[in-house]
């Protein structure tokens, strides 16, 4: 049966514990916080309570993939069979790792409890030595994990946190993975949780973004997922998506800013419109409303998914839908979700003003579109014949 649904989220962030086997000095889960992490463990989600809420809520808002996060979410000792209920109810899984251990044992578990259909996203900040600086970890582990995937044919991605730390290796970094295939996702530095006692020190400037994050954003199409300042054109995404949107924003593909396509729960199950909002901007508990309730009685989330009433140059701008600015580094700057993105460059007058950059995000966001078209083809089947494989698992079928 398929249900009517008034919104469609398509990916649930899910930071499903605190607790971490490493202590990143700038964690924006605070998972490097000895106190926080033993109070948090008090008071998670149970598996029990994540079939409740998230596998059988998810289904009223559309719902089909789970990212996995943390702290590192594989030391949670019902990590697998999470993976594996969440297949069986029909979801795809990403599973997010610093990679350390993540080896050929717990990758070959994670594949075959997702019937084959699980993504391990490794974060690395630098392909090189400066990883160090902020990610508590060598990036040679990372490398190995990424290696063992190919190998094991499991489904690979890459999380670059983007900041002042590394906006000279950026560029080298994308390339090495533009040059191997690896589809990657950006996460601009946050002041949220241990990051907030490095706004100053890693916080990129306006100035950052257009010498040197910008440039090297746009020109890889493996990374077009989802990033700002997004200066595609409207009428190509309208063409290209037929219209596809969740109330006003953009999806089939969701591009630059998630907010309003995707939605993020803390191990407490606290929602909030994006993972690098959690925990500062709460819009409710899933132990006390559904996901479609929260989503629906929130004043947050119903702004959020207008984005007529974006405001600043956003409110004025012609990439407004399909970019929208980052609504997240808008709340840190300004304390507002709305407000306008403090880290685009670009000054429109009135939605008539086209951006240089127009030209080359249509082209390159083509290529991403045909290629993410032609993955999300494989993935939906293959996560169907998963759910068939092991719905009759489940005590009553969803
Ligand atoms: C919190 S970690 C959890 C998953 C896993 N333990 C890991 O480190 O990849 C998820 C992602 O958030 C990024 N991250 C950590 N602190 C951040 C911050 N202050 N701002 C933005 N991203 C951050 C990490 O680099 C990582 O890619
Ligand atoms: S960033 Fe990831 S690896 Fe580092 S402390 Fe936080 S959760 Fe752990
Ligand atoms: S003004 Fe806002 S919506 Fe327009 S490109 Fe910049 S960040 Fe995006």
Redesign the pocket.
């Known amino acids: 049966m398929t249900l009517a649904v008034k919104y469609t989220f398509k990916t649930l962030f899910f930071?499903a514990t605190r607790e971490?086997n490493?202590a990143?000095p700038?964690?924006?889960?605070s998972?490097n916080n000895k106190e926080l992490v033993a109070e948090s463990l008090k008071r998670q989600l149970n598996t029990e309570e994540i079939e409740e809420y998230v596998f059988k809520g998810g289904k009223e808002i559309a719902l089909d993939t789970i990212t996995w996060?943390?702290?590192?979410?594989i030391l949670r000792p019902d990590a697998t069979e999470l993976v594996h209920r969440a297949t069986a109810y029909g979801y795809s899984s990403i599973v997010?790792?610093?990679?350390a251990y993540m080896d050929r044992e717990k990758l070959l578990e994670l594949k075959k409890a997702s019937g084959n259909t699980v993504v391990i996203?490794?974060?690395?900040?630098s392909i090189d030595e400066k990883n160090v600086e902020?990610?508590d970890?060598d990036c040679d582990v990372a490398l190995q994990v990424l290696e063992l995937c190919e190998e094991l044919e499991v489904r690979r991605n890459v999380?670059?946190?983007v900041?002042k730390h590394n906006l000279e290796s950026l560029g080298s970094t994308l390339q090495w993975l533009e040059d191997r295939n690896i589809p990657f996702n950006r996460?601009?530095?946050?002041?949220?949780?241990?990051?907030t006692a490095?706004r100053e020190e890693?916080g990129f400037t306006v100035d950052d973004m257009e010498r040197y994050i910008h440039p090297e954003l746009r020109k890889h199409p493996l990374g077009y997922i989802s990033y700002t300042p997004f200066f595609l054109s409207p009428e190509v995404h309208e063409r290209y998506s037929k219209g596809s949107k969740n109330v006003t924003v953009p999806q089939s593909p969701s591009i630059g800013c998630w907010c309003g396509t995707w939605l993020a729960m803390n191990a407490e199950g606290d929602v909030a419109p994006c993972?690098?909002m959690l925990d500062d901007v709460n819009c409710g508990n899933v132990r006390d409303k559904s996901l479609h309730e929260i989503i629906d009685s929130s004043e947050t989330f119903q702004r959020i998914l207008d984005r007529n009433q974006l405001q600043g140059k956003c409110g004025r701008c012609r990439y407004k839908f399909t970019c929208g600015g980052c609504r997240a580094l808008a709340y840190y700057a300004h304390g507002d979700v709305m407000a306008e993105d403090p880290n685009c460059f670009f000054e429109p007058e009135d939605e008539t003003t086209v951006c240089e950059h127009e030209e080359e995000t249509n082209r390159m966001f083509k290529r991403f579109a045909f290629m993410q078209r032609a993955a999300d083809k494989v993935i939906s089947l293959e996560r169907d014949r998963a759910r068939r494989q092991f719905a009759h698992e489940l005590d009553d079928e969803s």
């Open positions: 930071e971490c490493f990143c700038m964690c924006m889960a998972s996060s943390g702290g590192e979410f997010t790792t610093n990679g996203a490794v974060g690395i900040n902020t990610r970890i999380v670059v946190t900041g996460s601009p530095f946050t002041p949220r949780g241990s990051g490095f890693l993972a690098i």
